[in-house]
Nanobody, 114 residues
Framework: QVQLVESGGGLVQPGGSLRLSCAAS????????MNWFRQAPGKERELVAT????????TYGDSVKGRFTISRDNAKNTVYLQMNSLKPEDTAVYYC???????WGQGTQVTVSS
């Protein structure tokens, strides 16, 4: 079955960095467009970044553009989100998702606070 396991979250000070990972299994990862979403308390889930199957094209939400970088390693069935210059408003649970599949992982909590 489809499994998505996010990791790498934690508590970080404003201006700091984190690298999230999402290990995927149960589907053709190397053919899948992958997304990172986030959901802050009391807010709707927000699309943060997308990467095509080969990694040749990446898109970002306006709120993270220039600070976050999505990447993938198809040999490891893993997608990453490098987050730099973190702000308190980046605090959320972060999820990865294959674009065409309706499965979600448990998410990983990112908290940006001094």
């Amino acid at each position: 079955q489809v499994q998505l396991v996010e990791s790498g979250g934690g508590l970080v000070q404003p201006g700091g960095s984190l690298r999230l990972s999402c290990a995927a299994s149960g589907f053709a990862f190397s053919s899948a467009r992958m997304n990172w979403f986030r959901q802050a308390p009391g807010k709707e889930r927000e699309l943060v970044a997308t990467i095509t199957s080969t990694g040749g094209s990446r898109t970002y939400g306006d709120s993270v553009k220039g600070r976050f970088t999505i990447s993938r390693d198809n040999a490891k069935n893993t997608v990453y989100l490098q987050m730099n210059s973190l702000k308190p408003e980046d605090t959320a649970v972060y999820y990865c998702k294959a674009a065409t599949l309706q499965y979600w992982g448990q998410g990983t909590q990112v908290t940006v606070s001094s």
